[in-house]
């Protein structure tokens, strides 16, 4: 190596430990507060704006139950379930077959297992739509026959259940639904749920879509309880008392048709079955320049998803990763959609890799980002590809805005 450029690495090594050490000094939380702070790009001095220079959509890898992931998201428990069917001329067809187990509050009334069970109602709070907001669907509740645990399994797993317990007409408006369980299956449950081995007794249900709905069709999503709120339960009476077992086990089995083509110079990532949007960076702009912050920003079109009496969702919070060439992920940061539908993901650790890349020392060869597996959704993300626009404050693409100290001699 020449000496001249050996001697400008030195300095720019040097210059970028004192602006890390200053930076981590300053925050240690991973949302990056504290690292500079950016607003609009290239407003700060010495901001540096990278537009993507590679943006594809990857599908590839088993898909994980529930979407693309978060740090520990095998092994995070869902607090969603998904049941519909529908038809989305945007992004391809999908159905979701929800799964759902009960326990045992944590107190009983004193006498509860005492006293026979008169009735049990399955309650649902819904919490998510997708597709037609105003359609009907009806549903079957079953009772699935062995044990299961939603815990790492490909999407489109399904497990074995019994004849349908309840086939019901459900608006996708009704904000609880109601599925009461007939007097067969209370007495025949009675002695299970009213001991102390309820929990292992009984496997939970199955709600799956019970024929072909009207086209488009929806999807609904109903939200599992959680230490202060019982959001969703099977409640169970007696002579004397009601006691709400809350649902607290759940699993989405997910499956889709092929997408349609996404609109022109727009890329659609869709939350749900593991894909991701790839991103490469060309780093060059920055060869004389120590990193002093970082922020990857994702605008989304909402018009492209936008469409009289269909609801699509944008994702309220996208994940970011660094993918090394083996495939394994470093988790950067998370970015939540603001108002301008626009995701910012800040953090030390990003900036950490951007200078590792200046410096070409680093061992990740790509940017991923993707819907987090939890809640489960359908949530559809339009993300701007191009045309390059007639000025820099204009760029809607994904983008890298830097700020840099200049080291050059």
Do not use: K
């Not at 009704?174 to 007794?201: C, G, K, M, Y």
Request: charge should be negative; glycine fraction near 8%.
């Amino acid at each position: 190596m020449p000496p001249r450029r050996l001697a400008r690495n030195h300095t720019l090594r040097g210059a970028a430990l004192i602006v890390s050490a200053a930076a981590l000094g300053a925050c240690q939380d991973p949302s990056g507060v504290g690292l500079g702070l950016i607003g609009e790009d290239g407003g700060l001095p010495g901001a540096t704006v990278l537009a993507a220079d590679s943006v594809v959509l990857s599908t590839a890898g088993e898909p994980a139950t529930g979407g693309y992931g978060t740090p520990g998201s095998a092994l995070q428990p869902q607090n969603r379930i998904l049941v519909g069917r529908v038809e989305d001329p945007l992004v391809g067809g999908a159905e979701a077959v929800a799964y759902l187990d009960v326990r045992a509050p944590s107190s009983l009334p004193d006498g509860f297992r005492d006293r026979p069970i008169t009735s049990a109602t399955l309650r649902l709070t819904r919490s998510y739509v997708y597709g037609d907001s105003l359609a009907t669907l009806r549903l079957a509740l079953s009772e699935v026959a062995a044990g299961w645990a939603p815990v790492a399994l490909p999407a489109d797993t399904g497990f074995v259940t019994g004849p349908a317990l309840v086939t019901q007409d459900v608006a996708a408006a009704d904000t609880l639904v109601q599925f009461a369980l007939p007097p067969e299956w209370v007495a025949i449950n009675d002695a299970d749920l009213r001991s102390d081995s309820s929990a292992s007794a009984f496997d939970g249900f199955q709600l799956r879509v019970d024929g072909a709905p009207p086209l488009p069709g929806v999807i609904v999503g109903f939200q599992t309880s959680n230490d202060s709120d019982v959001l969703s339960s099977l409640r169970i009476t007696n002579s004397r008392d009601t006691v709400d077992f809350p649902v607290y086990e759940v699993y989405t089995s997910l499956t889709r048709s092929a997408p349609a083509m996404p609109p022109p110079d727009r890329l659609l990532l869709r939350a749900g079955l593991n894909e991701a949007i790839v991103l490469g960076f060309d780093y060059s702009a920055l060869a004389s320049l120590a990193v002093a912050g970082a922020t990857l920003r994702l605008d989304a079109d909402a018009s492209v998803v936008e469409t009289p009496g269909f609801h699509r969702p944008l994702p309220p919070e996208l994940a970011l990763f660094a993918v090394r060439e083996d495939s394994s992920r470093a988790f950067l940061a998370r970015g939540l959609r603001s108002g301008e539908d626009v995701y910012s993901f800040t953090s030390n650790s990003l900036t950490s890799v951007i200078q590792r890349e200046v410096l070409g020392e680093s061992d990740f060869v790509r940017f991923e980002v993707g819907a987090p597996s939890s809640p489960v959704s359908l949530d559809v993300l339009p993300v701007y590809l191009g045309p390059p626009p007639a000025t820099p404050a204009e760029d809607r693409r994904p983008r890298l805005v830097v700020t840099a100290i200049d080291t050059s001699p």
